[in-house]
């Protein structure tokens, strides 16, 4: 039976920590050899652009031996009105797994139930879980372990956040988002979350609350793409919740940076300490590859 990979809960605990080991595996050259997708098709398709999904899915799929297809709504006939459930029961007949990067979660949700094949999600308006198996591998990787952290998410409660949400749940670490008002995460995945998490899993308004002895702090960007229309009210709400010196001298003395990229430097974050030595921004993006060459692994048999 096929297997899709629409949120990260659509994992298991044990899935999650076999393909972050293997990963790391992965990423240590181990395996350079083999070409487990030797003869396989994936398609990409994306709605919004990107430069890490793209570049992380194409190299590590050609990496694997596989064939990677992109393409954009302007290229195939679902941008001219074909259905997503003919679109979906078409590319299944033509490849072996489809990521797609799109605005709407339920879309991705349609194009699963019609498509015989895997369904990847490179990020939607509700998760981005591709981006949530790189923070957890950088956690891995600069902790040496991910239970029992304290991580801070300071900033929009967005996708990203979401799928941090459900990684803390699923993992055993502490997740404190501050946020302003209006921009709390997805109240379904918060609830969910809460209702089986060991660690704790709150949301406040105080960014400095938020990063008190936190083992590591994580920002994105305050406008998401399809969100210009509320940029300059957004920037105005959230100028309290740049990560910079001062809010990182209330964390512990090795904390971590993390952040999903792209960065407006100046806005959410300053240069000082995204090129600082508690960053870990870059090899973040790095594990994108990783991941991802481990979850074709798994979910393409």
Aim: hydrophobic share 40%; with cysteine; aromatic share 6%.
């Amino acid at each position: 039976m096929k297997r899709d990979f629409l949120k990260l809960s659509d994992l298991g605990r044990a899935d999650i920590e076999e393909l972050i080991n293997r990963a790391i595996e992965l990423k240590s050259g181990k395996d350079s050899g083999l070409c487990p997708l030797i003869g396989k098709n994936i398609g990409l398709f994306f709605e919004k652009p990107s430069t890490r999904t793209r570049l992380s899915f194409e190299a590590g799929i050609y990496q694997l031996g596989g064939n990677a297809i992109t393409m954009t709504p302007d290229e195939l006939q679902i941008g001219r009105g074909e259905s997503v459930a003919d679109t979906a029961r078409t590319v299944s007949r033509y490849l072996d797994a489809i990521m797609l990067r799109t605005y709407s979660h339920s879309m991705l949700e349609d194009f699963a139930g019609y498509s015989s094949i895997p369904v990847i999600n490179g990020l939607s308006d509700i998760h981005h879980p591709c981006q949530a198996l790189a923070d957890v591998m950088t956690l891995r990787e600069q902790k040496g372990h991910v239970a029992g952290l304290r991580l801070a998410f300071i900033g929009d409660g967005n996708n990203v956040c979401n799928s941090l949400i459900e990684a803390a749940a699923m993992l055993d670490f502490s997740l404190i988002v501050a946020c302003p008002e209006g921009f709390e995460p997805h109240d379904q995945v918060l609830e969910h979350a809460r209702s089986h998490a060991k660690g704790d899993i709150i949301v406040l308004r105080d960014p400095k609350e938020a990063a008190a002895k936190a083992d590591a702090v994580y920002t994105d960007v305050w406008v998401s793409m399809g969100q210009e229309k509320e940029a300059e009210e957004k920037r105005k709400r959230f100028l309290a919740y740049q990560i910079n010196a001062e809010l990182l001298s209330c964390a512990k003395s090795n904390v971590t940076v993390l952040h999903c990229l792209p960065a407006h430097r100046g806005e959410e974050i300053t240069d000082e300490v995204i090129d600082g030595p508690h960053s870990a921004v870059f090899d973040q993006a790095e594990n994108r590859m990783h991941t991802q060459k481990a979850l074709l692994e798994m979910l393409i048999k």
